[in-house]
């Protein structure tokens, strides 16, 4: 059973940081690209970024210098770490596979009032 598991969401402040992984099974990892797309209110479904299988990266530009994909093939995690946190980063987050083929659940990252 493929499955992608991702973890780390929860409550962000303007301007903080948050990490995120996600852990996938039944699937081989290394010859995945894996991507990040995120659901935001009002706006529907946003790639956010990927990387392919040689490590190369691509980014949203509006998170371009605060996001940070990478991959541990040996884990077979997908990270994104993420700094200078804006209230238009707030959403669900998913982790996805391949040619957006398969898709986690979901974590959600909501902005503190």
């Known amino acids: 059973q493929v499955q992608l598991v991702e973890s780390g969401g929860g409550l962000a402040q303007p301007g903080g940081s948050m990490s995120l992984s996600c852990v996938a099974s039944?699937?081989?990892?290394?010859?995945?690209?894996m991507s990040w797309v995120r659901q935001v209110p009002g706006k529907g479904l946003e790639w956010v970024s990927s990387?392919?299988?040689?490590?190369?990266?691509a980014y949203l530009d509006s998170v371009k210098g605060r996001f940070t994909i990478s991959r541990d093939n040996a884990k077979k995690t997908l990270y994104l770490e993420m700094s200078s946190l804006k209230p238009e980063d707030m959403g669900l987050y998913y982790c996805?596979?391949?040619?957006?083929?398969?898709w986690g659940q979901g974590t959600l990252i909501t902005g503190a009032s």
């Open positions: 990387i392919n299988t040689n490590d190369l990266t």
């Open positions: 996805v596979a391949g040619a957006w083929e398969i």
């Open positions: 039944g699937l081989v990892f290394r010859e995945n690209m």
